[in-house]
């Protein structure tokens, strides 16, 4: 949970002519990049697991692949060529991890090339928001106060959840800098759904 404000809320509303309340929802969306999620991995002449891997990050890979197979980042070294494609559905290790495991294990080559139907059950989406505002104004249109409450549905795992729904506050209220009083009250919940994760455009 988040909360931020500025100036006294209850009195701008107050002496607000005009206050409206509405009710919005973004939708949970795929990325579809062309590329789906895709890692090739070997044991170089080093001894150094080698992963090359459609990503966005390779230091976020490196971190990922050496936490959950065991490993020193040392280790590892991750090449990151011109991808097809992501818009911050690839910033998180999916097929990385389990082509590593298995070079790791084996100290032999390993591929794994998800379908666009396995893209969409097994990596993640845009978070689903439930947005609840309340906007004061006087009678030229100036603005006066904005209350903005903001669920989101991080679904089955964190990942980034609470600082996109941070962002969602942060990123639209400074856009009304002149506004006397602003409230921001943004909560993250889990659900039994795909998990939410960076999409371009908070």
Not at 176 to 181: F, H, L
Request: hydrophobic residues 35%.
């Amino acid at each position: 949970r988040e909360k931020f404000h500025k100036g006294d809320i209850s009195e701008e509303f107050k002496n607000s002519d005009v206050v409206i309340e509405r009710a919005y929802i973004t939708q949970p969306q795929a990325h579809c990049m062309m590329e789906t999620h895709r890692a090739y991995t070997y044991i170089d002449a080093n001894g150094r697991l080698v992963v090359i891997s459609a990503n966005q990050s390779a230091y976020h890979m490196r971190r990922q692949i050496a936490r959950a197979i065991g490993l020193k980042n040392s280790q590892i070294r991750v090449i990151k060529p011109r991808i097809g494609g992501g818009f911050g559905g690839k910033n998180i290790a999916v097929t990385e991890i389990y082509a590593s495991f298995v070079t790791w294990k084996t100290k032999r080559p390993a591929k794994l090339v998800y379908t666009r139907k396995e893209t969409f059950a097994m990596t993640n989406t845009r978070h689903q928001m439930y947005f609840d505002i309340k906007l004061g104004s006087d009678k030229e249109g100036n603005i006066k106060a904005i209350d903005m409450k903001a669920l989101n549905n991080t679904g089955a795992y964190g990942d980034n959840g609470p600082s996109v729904c941070s962002e969602s506050g942060h990123n639209v209220l400074p856009v009304y800098n002149e506004v006397p009083a602003i409230k921001f009250d943004g909560r993250t919940v889990y659900t039994n759904l795909v998990p939410g994760g960076a999409l371009r455009g908070y």
